[in-house]
């Protein structure tokens, strides 16, 4: 059995078919990206894309106990909002469980739906993916998706600006993480001219 294969039954004995349609729609993407965008492992960005979600269905309790084992930084914020545990969990859960080392592979899981200053190639682009990934429907991702291939970073800037404006809607609490990611790509790209 190839170590793809010990991944793929994984995802399929622990997520819904829905979800692991998702998870495959995104390894599709990052791949499409990275063949795009370059400076990354085409193999690496699949695989990123692929484990992204590893601990999207994990019981709120496991996410919790894998979040609080967590080497990278919780902020409060994150820690007061549920539905961006599972990235955090799923970057503990591949160091832990399967023994991942890359530190660019589990920090692409852990920020994908935060973001954060300073990400790397292949973060940005699991982050994109998870936007772009073929079955999604929202109302603005044709947008999404040719932001995404005009560049990465204003594919990024696009992207954190929407998901910035949905947790003001909303009405919560946003990380500093993504913050400080917006503001780091609209200084890039108003340098870029």
Request: glycine letters at 6%; aromatic letters at 10%; charged letters at 30%.
């Amino acid at each position: 059995m190839t170590e793809w294969e010990t991944y793929d039954i994984y995802l399929k004995e622990h997520l819904s078919q829905k979800r692991y349609v998702h998870s495959r729609n995104v390894a599709e993407a990052s791949e499409r990206l990275a063949k795009r965008y370059g400076g990354v492992s085409v193999e690496k960005a699949f695989f990123a894309g692929l484990v992204h979600d590893i601990s999207k269905e994990d019981p709120k309790e496991t996410q919790y106990e894998l979040v609080c084992r967590s080497k990278m930084q919780v902020c409060e914020e994150e820690r007061q909002a549920f539905k961006v545990w599972h990235g955090i969990a799923g970057a503990v859960r591949l160091e832990e469980q399967f023994g991942v080392t890359d530190l660019d592979i589990l920090r692409a899981v852990r920020f994908h739906t935060v973001g954060r200053a300073g990400m790397s190639q292949l973060e940005k682009i699991v982050y994109l993916a998870d936007m772009i990934s073929k079955e999604r429907s929202y109302s603005d991702v044709d947008v999404m998706r040719r932001k995404a291939m005009e560049s990465l970073n204003v594919g990024m800037l696009y992207a954190l600006e929407y998901s910035l404006k949905k947790l003001l809607r909303k009405e919560v609490r946003i990380p500093h993480y993504t913050v400080e990611a917006y503001n780091e790509m609209l200084t890039a790209l108003q340098q870029e001219g």
